[in-house]
Antibody, heavy 123, light 109 residues
Framework: QLQLQESGPGLVKPSETLSLTCTVS??????????WGWIRQPPGKGLEWIGS???????YYNPSLKSRVTISVDTSKNQFSLKLSSVTAADTAVYYC???????????????WGQGTMVTVSS | EIVMTQSPATLSVSPGERATLSCRAS??????LAWYQQKPGQAPRLLIY???TRATGIPARFSGSGSGTEFTLTISSLQSEDFAVYYC???????????FGQGTRLEIK
């Protein structure tokens, strides 16, 4: 079955760029008509949508993070990635990748999630 | 931005009893509302989408209702594995601007 796995550094210095990758297994990003998203959760807090991408490269971002976020896709590796620039301690969180359940739309629930990866912003 | 407000923040219920969790949207989201369950150290799990449709493999004791701005998640007879944090999520806007509620912690009474 479809599985998602996040990977990337667990520690990032303030003002630097956080970079994470989500690897999709058990299915192809480019052959399926889904959007793929990033969501984060600060320790002890709730969930925040960061943004979503289609295999064609079409992206949508949370307006509150848009100036710092870039999401990209690499169909040859069956991966999509997140870059968040100029990070501060407030960006410390568990970062999840997930699949939107509806075909060809990012306006939908998330039905398949990765296990999440903790990223700490600290010098 | 549509703000999602969940109540109560914490709900204490005994096993076997019914739990009712609420979610309110700051403006209408039609039926574009999902519920998730999250246990410590785990990713959220989709329970309900479209306000009232159970996701694949979700037991029938979970039910969702509501439309517009007021939504409810009901767990008819609580099992030990149901004690967790529950989040609602709206996905109504275009262009998309997905937002989650702050969560309700369901604890054993």
């Amino acid at each position: 079955q479809l599985q998602l796995q996040e990977s990337g550094p667990g520690l990032v210095k303030p003002s630097e760029t956080l970079s994470l990758t989500c690897t999709v297994s058990g299915g192809s990003i480019s052959s399926s008509s889904y959007y793929w998203g990033w969501i984060r959760q600060p320790p002890g807090k709730g969930l925040e949508w960061i943004g979503s991408i289609y295999y064609s490269g079409s992206t949508y971002y949370n307006p509150s993070l848009k100036s710092r976020v870039t999401i990209s896709v690499d169909t040859s590796k069956n991966q999509f990635s997140l870059k968040l620039s100029s990070v501060t301690a407030a960006d410390t969180a568990v970062y999840y990748c997930a699949r939107h359940m509806g075909s060809e739309t990012p306006v939908d629930a998330f039905d398949i999630w990765g296990q999440g990866t903790m990223v700490t912003v600290s010098s | 931005e549509i703000v999602m407000t969940q109540s109560p923040a914490t709900l204490s219920v005994s096993p076997g009893e019914r739990a009712t969790l609420s979610c309110r949207a700051s403006q209408s989201v039609s039926s574009n509302l999902a519920w998730y369950q999250q246990k410590p150290g785990q990713a959220p799990r989709l329970l309900i989408y479209g306000a009232s449709t159970r996701a694949t493999g979700i037991p029938a004791r979970f039910s969702g209702s509501g439309s517009g701005t007021e939504f409810t998640l009901t767990i008819s007879s609580l099992q030990s594995e149901d004690f967790a944090v529950y989040y609602c999520q709206q996905y109504n806007n275009w262009p998309p601007s997905i937002t989650f509620g702050q969560g309700t912690r369901l604890e054993i009474k």
